[in-house]
């Protein structure tokens, strides 16, 4: 049950501020409550729910500077994963991550932003996992839980901000085993999807300042 949730929080299914029920997600999975209330509690000691008063639990909605920050967490974090990667992805994995990328683009063609945020996330833990890791990866994905409730926006503005196919950049600096390259990729990849959510974020609140 904790990674069902899990993955929908992740894919972006669960949108920021939304209030969540133990009644209401258990009827619409058709279980019963007490593996719901277990999957809730493991979710918001990882961030990903929160408490509010009375006991009622929802989404978290951030503001600018923390999702800016969950940015910042992403590309440090990454680009160190992508390095350390980098000579022990062979062409099998080089292959998968081609054909990874290429599931991304159909699912976003077709419509399902959620099933692309999962193939998103598929693409970059394709490529960070080859270098086994014991504490970098579970803190990425860490991040990419907290970050998930708002993918579907800039997925669904993705055309405004992801103007040069950074996955395609990734590729070629795998391809050739341009370290710099790559992590710049990387850095470009997720500041031109999920970035741009943050900066929006940051216009609106100076404009309610004003």
């Given amino acids: 049950m904790y990674r069902c949730l899990r993955k929908s929080v992740m894919s972006g299914r669960f949108p920021p501020g939304l209030p969540v029920t133990i009644s209401g997600l258990s009827d619409s999975l058709g279980v019963s409550t ?24 929802r989404v978290p909605d951030i503001d600018a500077d923390r999702f800016d920050e969950l940015i910042a967490t ?19 994995r080089l292959d998968k991550l081609i054909y990874l990328d290429n599931l991304i683009g159909a699912a976003y063609e077709s ?5 692309g945020i999962e193939r998103n996330f598929a693409f970059h833990r394709c490529m960070y996992e080859v270098r086994p890791s014991f ?3 579970p803190l990425i994905e860490s991040v990419w839980l907290r970050m998930g409730p708002f993918m579907r926006e800039a997925t669904a503005n993705l055309g405004q901000s992801y103007l040069i196919d950074r996955h395609a950049e990734a590729i070629e600096a ?25 900066r929006q974020r940051l216009l609106n609140a100076a404009s309610h300042r004003v």
């Fill in 174 to 198: 795998i391809r050739t085993k341009d370290v710099l390259a790559l992590k710049q990729a990387i850095a470009a990849d997720i500041q031109d999807g999920a970035g741009h959510v943050g």
């Fill in 74 to 92: 992403r590309i440090a974090l990454e680009t160190v994963a992508a390095e350390r990667a980098l000579h022990f992805i062979d062409y099998v």
């Fill in 135 to 137: 504490v970098l990866l």
């Fill in 111 to 115: 419509g399902d932003f959620e099933l």
């Fill in 34 to 57: 007490m593996p719901v209330r277990g999957a809730i509690d493991q979710l918001i000691a990882d961030g990903a729910l929160e408490y509010l008063d009375n006991r009622r639990v």
